[in-house]
């Protein structure tokens, strides 16, 4: 069998064997083993020396296995790679061996990408790269978000419905031309020429228009009229304010 010193252990029994190529190896200590699978320590040490041992009938298990001594030579933990992890857990319950498959996958999971130590110039280029590429990412996120934020920020300001008059307002677009993307986005559209505007149906199903009955009088003269008109809810106004930001940048 293999002794090494040279590993390093964490605090939850898992060791990382020395970087070759710029790989870091997850080792599965014994001791970790025990505690995932809830048995004692001596007998999963003494199973993986009856495993070994039939292992190393068609040759030695170089590479896939440390073992850590006292300063009288007893064994306090043996390390295993995941192959012998898993040749370890067939002769175990299927309980047992989902625990240690499950803290496989969270060490194969852990950071990968910090792992990456490069070894050469073009590794570190590459690596560099991979970096920048990721930030280009996570900025075009951010740019992503800065509609939906700023139409929350407007949206904090509004009480109830509004008309699309001041719905405009509050985006920061002239009332014409507020209507004349509503119309053509298919928010709103007017029977004829000269009808009132209207809310199309999927508008109104989601919530972002409605229907209100208002009074208008356009001079103290003029007789009052209860007309229907389209108004722009607050879940309205924050998709108008993603969308249009978004169709301007």
Known sequence: MNTISTA???????TRLPIHGGVSRHMMSSSEIASLTEKAHKHVIRDIREMVADLEKDGPVLGHLTEDKDSR???????????????????????????????????????????????????????????????????????????????????????????????AKHLGVSPLEMFAWMSKNRWIYR??????????????????LEHKLVKINKSEADELKVVEQVMVTRLGLVALAEQISGASS
């Not at 067939?90 to 309980?95: C, M, Q």
């Open 73 to 167: 030579g007893y064994t306090v933990n043996f390390h295993l790679d995941r192959e012998l992890t898993d040749t370890l857990l067939t002769g175990y319950s299927a309980r047992m061996r989902r625990a240690v498959i499950r803290r496989w996958h969270e060490l194969e999971g852990q950071g990968a990408d910090a792992e990456r130590v490069p070894t050469t110039f073009l590794e570190a280029m590459r690596l560099a790269t991979d970096q920048v590429e990721q930030n280009q990412k996570l900025k075009l996120v951010i740019l992503q978000q800065i509609p939906k934020i700023e139409a929350l920020n407007r949206l904090a300001s509004t009480r109830g419905s509004l008309c699309i008059t001041d719905a």
């Open 8 to 14: 390093s252990n964490n605090s939850l029994g898992v």
């Open 191 to 208: 029977r004829t020429s000269h009808a009132p505007w209207s809310a199309f149906q999927p508008r109104l199903s989601r919530g972002q």
